[in-house]
């Protein structure tokens, strides 16, 4: 079978990161030289990655989160009383969505509270 009908056929079987990674490793000459099995893993690693960015995307999009916010962009150095050791146990463990648990991030107009919701929302 050529590469034409089979791309076709992974796309209507909507395995898009599939055809993608199959592209790659055919203008890859190191990829030849790999056995079946691991050309055949790293697809299904390429398909396993796609789905789980395209999900990540739909679910930041349906959050409707305002700006780009990360938070590794906190600025500590400004006089707003923020832990860095609180902001980044919130961030790395999550363990407060699994929780189904609530923040309440309090302060003056200004000082980055929708910016600190955002990068945390995002990290979750």
């Not at 790999?34 to 390429?46: G, K, Q, T």
């Not at 363990?95 to 929302?121: D, P, Q, Y």
Request: proline share 2%; hydrophobic share 45%; glycine share 4%.
């Amino acid at each position: 079978m050529s590469q034409e009908p089979m791309t076709e056929k992974l796309l209507a079987m909507r395995l898009n990161g599939i055809a993608d990674a199959l592209k790659a490793q055919q203008q890859d000459p190191a990829a030849r030289e790999l056995s079946f099995l691991d050309r055949l893993a790293m697809l299904i690693d390429h398909q396993w990655n796609w789905r789980q960015n395209q999900a990540l995307a739909r679910r930041l999009h349906s959050a409707k989160l305002r700006g780009n916010a990360c938070v590794e962009d906190v600025d500590y150095r400004a006089a707003r009383g923020l832990d860095k050791s609180v902001i980044r146990a919130l961030a790395q463990e999550s363990a407060w969505v699994c929780n189904h648990e609530h923040l309440f991030i309090l302060g003056h107009t200004g000082v980055g509270k929708s910016f600190l919701a955002c990068a945390l929302a995002q990290k979750a």
